[in-house]
C-alpha cells in the first residue's frame, strides 16, 4: 500500500466480512464506507477527464487529507494530476503547516498559497474588529483561481455541515465572480456531471459531499491516514470566548478580561485560530475519537466554529459571494 | 464548551459497525405532513443534534411558532424559509445499526417536478406521502408516474395523519389497494404500503400501539432490510471508461490502464471484452481496485481494467463482455423530463452526455407529451417547456452503445445539454416509455433494440 498520504502501518483492513452485507448476504453489496470511496473516486477521475486545469482546496484539515488520500487512490500509480491551493489565513495552527508541507514534499505535488495576510499588508483587505479571518478568504480565494486560471477547484465541503451545504450540488457551478446562485443551480441527475461552463467561469466539485463527519474519520481509520496532531487530545494553552476553548496566539487572544489555562482539548475541525474553537477530550487515539464523536450531542461546526453563528443563513450569505 | 458527549447508547456503538447504504427520496404534496415525517425520522434515529435543534427552536420562536417547525431542518435555503416552502433537493443523512441513509428530500409541488426526477434519479426507494383523509389525489398519481419513469426499484406508500381517521383499517386499506392497483399498472416492482402517523410517530420508528391490525414494518425497518440492488452486479457487465492512466514512471513504463465505475454488471480478469464504439476486442489482463490487484470487480466499484493488448481506448469508450455486448445507434428514441427553462424544440442543435462520452445531436422528433395527471399522450407538441416529460427522437453525431433505460439506468440514462451555455436541457431515458407489463405483441421488430 504506497498509494496513500502519510499512511501508518500495514494495509487497510478488506477482510470480506467487511465487504458483504450481513441483512442480505450477498456477496455483492459494498459497505457503505466502499460505496462512498468508489463515488468520490469516479468524482475526481470526471474531473480529470473533462477539465483542464483543476485544484484542490487543501488546508491540512481532515478532509482536505482524505480529498488528498482519495485522489492519490483514484490515478494509482500514476501521480495526482492536479496542484494543490492552500488559502493561508495567516492564523495557523503550527502543526497543521508543517503536515501540510511535509504531504507536499512526500507526494511531489505543487502547492499554491494565496495569503490573507498578504492582502491586509497590501492594504486590499481590512482585518475585522472580531479578529476573525474565515470571512476574509473569499477574496484571496477567487482571485487566486482567476490568476492561475483553475476551472475546476476540488473542496472538502460535505452537505452534512450545514443547511446551506446541504442544498450544494456535487458539481457547482461558479460564474467570473465565484458567485453561487442556489436558485440556478443545475439539476444533477444520476451520475451524470455536467463540467461546462464559459471562460472566466469555474466549477466548484465537492467528492465529500455525501459524507458524514463520522463516516471521514471511519475512513481515516479504515485506510489508517495519519492527522496533524492537534485532532487528538493533548494539553494546551487555551483561553474562553463566546462558549469555546480558543487557542492563545499573537492574532489576538486573549484580550483584557481573558485568562489563559492549561486544558487536556482536541479539535474537531481545523481552520483559522481566532474562530476555531476546540472540545475537552481524553482522545488520543482514534477509536477514542471515532467514540467521542458517534456520542456527541453537538455538530462539528456547532461545537467548534463562532463564524457559522453569525446569522441564520451566515453559511448561504458566504457561499453566495465565492466562500466553498 | 465541551464535547458534551454522554456515554454512548448501544444504538450509537453498533453504528460504528460496517453496514450498507441506502439512497431513497421523499415525494408528498404542500400539506400531507412530509417534513414532519422527514422531522421524526431524523429525531427518533438521535439523527438531530443539540445545536440543530436549538437553531431550529431559535427559528421558530422568532418567527411566533409556539412549537419547533421541523421544517426548518430541511429548508436550508433564505428563501426557502421566507417563504416556507422547499424549492430545491436537500440530502440528509442519517444512521441506525443496520444502515447508512442518504434521503434526497425533495419538493413536492408539480413546478418542481424536474427536483423530483433529480431526487428520485439516485434512489433505490421512494416514500410517497398521501394524506389519510384525502386518499389517492392527482398528485400522488403523479409521484408514483414519475417514480415508475425513473425505475425507482421499490415504492413505499406512506398513508399519514391516521390519527385523523381514527386509526381505521378500512380507510387505510382501500387507498393501499387503489394505489398499488395504480402504480402496478405502471410496472413498479415492488409497493409496500406503511399507515403512520408522522405527528404522533405511529409506524414511523416505533410500531403503532393505535394499530393493532397492522403486521407490517414500520417505516424505518422497511428502509432497514429492503435489498439494496445487487442483482445490478449480476446483469450486463458495462465499464465507461473515464480517463487513460499512464504513469510513465521507471517503476511503471508500460502501465496503461483504463479508469472507471463500474455501471453494471462484474468483470473478471482472463474475460475477453470488446470496446464500444470501435468494436476492438482484447482480454482483461488485470483489475486494480485503488491500486491493489483483484480478480473480480463488480458494479458501483471504481476500477482500473489492464488489457492484454495495446489497442486505442480512451475517455468515452465503453468496455463490455465480448459476448454480451450492446448494439451501438445514431438514433435514440427515449423519453425526457425537460429541466430547463428554455423550451426543447425539434431541430435543436445540443449535446448528449452519455456515461462518460459527450456527443453533438440534434432533436429530430418529439412524437408526445405526458400529461402526468392522466398519464394520456398529448401527440406531436412540438416543444416541451420546464418539467415536461415526454418523447424524444434524437440523431447523434458519432455512434452510441445505448442499454435500454429498463436494463440499466447507469448506461442508458443520458443528459441533453445547450451547447451555447452549457445548461442541462433533459434528462433522458432511452427505450421504452413505463416499466409497464404490455411489452410490443410478439414478432413486432418495429422497436428500437438498444
Known sequence: MTTGIGTVGGSPDRSPDRSTDRSTDSPY??????????????????????????????????????????????????????????????????????????????HGLRLHVASVQDYIDRGVLRERPDGTRNPLQTLPLTEAIQRHRFDAVFGGGRRD????????????????????????????????????????????????????????????????????????????????????????????????????????????????????????????????????????????????RADDKLSEAAMEDRKREGYF | MNGSTEQPTDRQTEQLSATTLLRFATAGSVDDGKSTLVGRLLHDSKSVLADQLEAVEHASRSRGQEAP??????????????????????YRYFATPRRRFILADTPGHVQYTRNMVTGASTAELTVILVDARNGVVEQTRRHAAIAALLRVPHVVLAVNKMDLVDYREPVFAAIAEEFTAYASELGVPEITAIPISALAGDNVVDASAHMDWYGGPTVLEHLETVPVSHDLATCHARLPVQYVIRPQTADHPDYRGYAGQIAAGTFRVGESVTVLPSGRTSRIAGIDLLGEPVDVAWTPQSVTLLLEDDIDVSRGDLVVPSADAPATTQDVEATVCHVADTPLAVGARVLLKHTTRTVKAIVKEIPSRLTLDDLSQHPAPGQLVANDIGRVRVRTAEPLALDSYADSRRTGSFLLIDPADGTTLAAGMAGEFFAAAEAAPAGDDEGWDF
Open chain 2, 69 to 90: 417547525d421541523l421544517a426548518l431542518l430541511t429548508d436550508g435555503l433564505r428563501a426557502e424559509r421566507e417563504q416556507g416552502i422547499t424549492i430545491d433537493v436537500a
Open chain 1, 161 to 304: 455541515e450545514e443547511k446551506a451545504r446541504a442544498k450544494e450540488r456535487v458539481f457547482s457551478l461558479r460564474d467570473e465572480f465565484s458567485q453561487w446562485d442556489p436558485r440556478r443551480q443545475r439539476p444533477e441527475l444520476w451520475q451524470l456531471y455536467n463540467g461546462r461552463h464559459a471562460p472566466g467561469e469555474h466549477v466548484r466539485v465537492f467528492p465529500l459531499s455525501n459524507w458524514t463527519e463520522l463516516d471521514v474519520w471511519q475512513y481515516i481509520q479504515r485506510e489508517r491516514i495519519e492527522l496533524p496532531e492537534i485532532y487528538f487530545a493533548h494539553q494546551r494553552e487555551v483561553f474562553a470566548r463566546d462558549g469555546m476553548w480558543l487557542t492563545a496566539g499573537d492574532w489576538g487572544g486573549p484580550k483584557d478580561g481573558e485568562s489563559v489555562e492549561k486544558r487536556r482539548i482536541r479539535y474537531r475541525t481545523v481552520g483559522d485560530m481566532s474562530c476555531t474553537g476546540a472540545v475537552d477530550s481524553d482522545a488520543t487515539t482514534l477509536d477514542a475519537v471515532i467514540a467521542e464523536i458517534a456520542a456527541s450531542r453537538l455538530t462539528e461546526r456547532g461545537a467548534t
Open chain 1, 29 to 106: 453489496a459494498l459497505t457503505h464506507l466502499d460505496a462512498l470511496e468508489s463515488e468520490a473516486v469516479h468524482i475526481f477521475r470526471e474531473v480529470a477527464g473533462e477539465f483542464e486545469r483543476p485544484v484542490v482546496l487543501f488546508s491540512g484539515g481532515k478532509d482536505s487529507i482524505v480529498m488528498l488520500h482519495l485522489a492519490l487512490k483514484a490515478f494509482a500509480p500514476a501521480a495526482v494530476p492536479f496542484s494543490l491551493l492552500h488559502v493561508d489565513t495567516g492564523h495557523n495552527f503550527p502543526e497543521v503547516i508543517e503536515y501540510r508541507d511535509r504531504v507536499v514534499a512526500q
